[in-house]
């Protein structure tokens, strides 16, 4: 069971999105960046017109940040969650910093994704470290959209073991990263829990419109998702974790 998150970017877009069915509906600015934020505003009204039309879950990036700006994440994390959506992304870079990153996360209130950076390859012990936070949905994407897919930068054989660490962790396991059509055989395969695409729906590189016939194409190829109740839970459970005390993986 794969739900399939549209990442949008006006409220066009995201009805657009909902109304071909899409399961997640994600808000980033692809214009400025992998994780490029959309403006507060410019998320609360999306948010709005998704709540008067749909159950489906939301999220947004809270943007492209240098590894170490500790400080700035939080403050965009708090600030994202004020406007309503279900989840906040954050990317997390491998480095000195990630282990940091991931401790102050799950230290939030807000119900937040953490979303791993692979294009150098993925760190399994990171990905243990974030089970071990409780965080519910752990996710992996890719920071350079011109570079080939994630599929080009881990092996599918890494990638089975981080989808199965997260679900014996029992949370929820996402793969994004330039994902196309023609990767639609490798994500049957692993059957992700949530499979993110962007330039797939567009019309042209991923900075174009959205088309709904991609979506609905996409939607139809991959197995049938979750419920959104059930996925939109997974962002009450994270708030009631956020108050309890959390140890990391050695």
Same mark, same amino acid.
């Given at each position: 069971m794969t739900a399939l998150l549209a990442s949008v970017r006006t409220e066009e877009e995201a009805v657009l999105a909902v109304e071909a069915g899409a399961d997640i509906i994600d808000l980033k600015d692809p214009r400025t960046g992998a994780l490029g934020a959309l403006a507060l505003p410019v998320i609360g009204a999306i948010v709005a017109r998704v709540r008067a039309i749909s159950a489906a879950p939301i999220s947004a990036t809270i %943007? =492209? &940040? $240098?590894? %170490? #700006?500790? =400080?700035?994440? #939080?403050? &965009?994390?708090? @600030?994202? @969650?004020?406007?309503?959506?279900?989840?906040?992304?954050?990317?997390? $870079?491998? %480095?000195?910093?990630?282990?940091?990153?991931? @401790? &102050? &996360?799950?230290? #939030? #209130?807000?119900?937040?994704v953490p979303l791993f950076l692979a294009d150098g390859g993925l760190e399994l012990e990171l990905i243990e470290a974030a089970c071990a936070y409780g965080f519910p949905i752990v996710m992996v994407d890719t920071a350079n959209k011109n570079a080939g897919s994630l599929f080009d930068c881990v092996a599918h054989a890494t990638l089975q073991q981080m989808l199965d660490l997260v679900r014996t962790a029992g949370a929820r396991a996402g793969l994004a990263g330039s994902l196309r059509a023609e990767h639609v055989i490798a994500l049957r395969a692993l059957e992700p829990d949530i499979a993110g695409f962007r330039g797939a729906l567009c019309d042209g590189t991923r900075t174009g419109r959205l088309n709904p016939a991609k979506v609905r194409a996409l939607r139809a190829a991959l197995p049938a998702s979750h419920s959104a109740a059930a996925l939109r839970r997974s962002s009450n459970v994270t708030r009631t974790n956020a108050s309890l005390p959390h140890s990391t993986s050695s």
């Open positions: %943007g =492209d &940040l $240098a590894d %170490g #700006q500790i =400080d700035e994440m #939080q403050r &965009l994390v708090e @600030a994202t @969650a004020r406007t309503g959506v279900d989840f906040v992304k954050v990317g997390v $870079a491998r %480095g000195s910093h990630a282990r940091t990153t991931l @401790a &102050l &996360l799950a230290d #939030q #209130q807000a119900a937040v």
